[in-house]
């Protein structure tokens, strides 16, 4: 695994965007701000390696394309994002033809983790959290009630948490190739996390559910992998990754961190890198 080193905001500010391969027909959540820091990380890594790009709601392949086109390695990573793939904003469902169908890109479709309840007139009124990576069947371990405020975790709660961890064999490829065997799990050494910038009308249960998540992605950081979080400048965002990087702190992880891109004086990219 590569010691990747997180790149300064000068040295991100020299890349020039204007040289980079950029497919503007792929809908997605990728600009080319971010697209440098993306282009800085990658091309340290080694051929083999794991990246995650996690994108809910935009998992298009614009990220996974960028690349897999611009790093110096691009056709040989193993670039996998995940999402639920149901097209309710973009059209996720083209994901591996945008990716011009190729080997090195895969998909980790979570459509299987939650059950959404809905009432007699169409509201959702629970959602039931399911891990149907490691068991079968499936295991269902956390309802949701939407009517009520979720309760807020202290830090050392957080930290105790433990995430869902996915076999490789779960991660598959264009032509159902699995990423790797049943027994290892998905440890990426890059992990692009573009959180969804919208409500989609439960804001208090969407910022508990992603300081949840973005906990368990920080605690399966393996040493000197790297976490790589969009929209940090919004509230929802930056809540949830200060409570979620703290929480892990208390685990006796350590990180360096760089933030950057500023919108209206606020920072919108956060990277860390986990050291010990």
Same mark, same amino acid.
């Given at each position: 695994?590569?010691? $990747? ?6 040295? &991100?500010?020299?890349? +020039?965007?204007?040289?980079? @391969?950029?497919?503007? !027909? *792929? =809908? ?79 998909? $980790? ?6 059950? &959404?309840?809905?009432? +007699?007139?169409?509201?959702? @009124?629970?959602?039931? !959290? *399911? =891990? ?96 790589? @979080? ?47």
């Amino acid at each position: 695994m590569s010691n $990747l080193t997180l790149p300064t905001i000068e040295q &991100i500010g020299e890349v +020039d965007t204007s040289a980079l @391969v950029w497919d503007d !027909l *792929i =809908d997605g959540p990728l600009t080319p701000e971010v697209a440098a820091i993306i282009k800085l990380l990658t091309d340290q890594m080694d051929s083999g390696e794991h990246i995650s790009c996690r994108e809910m709601y935009a998992g298009t392949g614009k990220t996974a394309t960028f690349i897999k086109d611009n790093a110096t390695n691009g056709l040989s990573l193993k670039i996998v994002t995940v999402d639920m793939f149901d097209d309710s904003f973009f059209a996720t469902s083209d994901y591996f033809l945008n990716c011009t169908n190729h080997g090195n890109v895969y998909k $980790l479709d979570i459509s299987g983790t939650r059950d &959404i309840v809905y009432d +007699d007139v169409g509201n959702p @009124v629970t959602v039931n !959290l *399911i =891990d149907p990576f490691n068991y079968d069947p499936p295991n269902h371990y956390r309802t949701i009630d939407l009517n009520t405020e979720p309760v807020a975790l202290t830090k050392a709660e957080l930290s105790k948490l433990d995430a869902v961890t996915v076999p490789l064999s779960c991660i598959k490829n264009v032509n159902n190739e699995a990423l790797g065997p049943s027994d290892e799990k998905f440890k990426p050494s890059l992990v692009i996390y573009m959180t969804w910038p919208i409500s989609i009308g439960s804001a208090a249960h969407e910022e508990d559910g992603l300081i949840r998540e973005l906990s368990g992605v920080i605690k399966n950081l393996p040493v000197n992998g790297v976490l790589v @979080v969009t929209y940090f400048h919004l509230p929802k965002t930056n809540v949830a990754f200060w409570q979620a990087y703290e929480a892990n702190k208390l685990l006796g992880y350590e990180f360096e961190e760089v933030f950057c891109n500023e919108v209206n004086g606020n920072f919108s990219v956060g990277l860390i890198k986990r050291t010990a």
